[in-house]
């Protein structure tokens, strides 16, 4: 049962192109959550979605930064016109409920770089 | 909101040391409780949890209780190993969120010297 799965695992992209990161939850799993994790800190929610619905972007910047989790197929979180403070590492997580109480299990993260 | 206050690195410690990693909280209601663990370039594992009060949480020698009158859950272990080098995230969740909505605080570096 292979855990959830993000790629790239290394991202590199100038000023100004569009990033695509991607998640495959683990089977069974609609539930999907978007971290951040800034150099030195701790992760910061952005968004959760399940299957074909945003729940909760309160954690999205306004701009530039959007997610989605298809029907078929991964969940995608597009960053447009990338900038050098979006160089971070993003991890997703996915859960087989809602519940709080139940885990969610994380993938290994993609590390974007912004040059 | 919801916020967690984890005690700032970096550790470093001898093998076969005690560890304590401080962590309190703020939060509404009744949180459950979490620590992870990420080794380097890798993504969180969940290590160990607690979902009310009293409870303690244990796994691979560590242990954490949660105590609401302190609003603090503290990681603990006994005898840390080189192989527990890593960085240490206490997190909460509480009950009008999601399962993975969960509120971080920033980590703690633990480097074990042999």
Known sequence: ?115 | GNSVTQMEGPVTLSEEAFLTINCTYTATGYPSLFWYVQYPGEGLQLLLKATKADDKGSNKGFEATYRKETTSFHLEKGSVQVSDSAVYFCALSDQNTNAGKSTFGDGTTLTVKP
């Open chain 1, 1 to 115: 049962n292979a855990g959830v799965m993000q790629n790239p695992r290394h991202l590199v992209r100038r000023r100004g192109q569009e990033a695509r990161l991607r998640c495959s939850p683990m089977k069974g799993h609609s539930h999907v959550y978007w971290y951040r994790q800034l150099p030195e800190e701790g992760l910061k929610f952005m968004v959760y979605l399940q299957k074909e619905n945003i729940i909760d972007e309160s954690g999205m910047p306004k701009e530039r930064f959007s997610a989605e989790f298809p029907k078929e197929g991964p969940s995608i979180l597009r960053i447009q016109q990338v900038v050098r403070g979006d160089s971070a590492a993003y991890f997703c997580a996915s859960s087989l409920t809602r519940d709080p109480n139940t885990e969610a299990f994380f993938g290994q993260g993609t590390r974007l770089t912004v040059v």
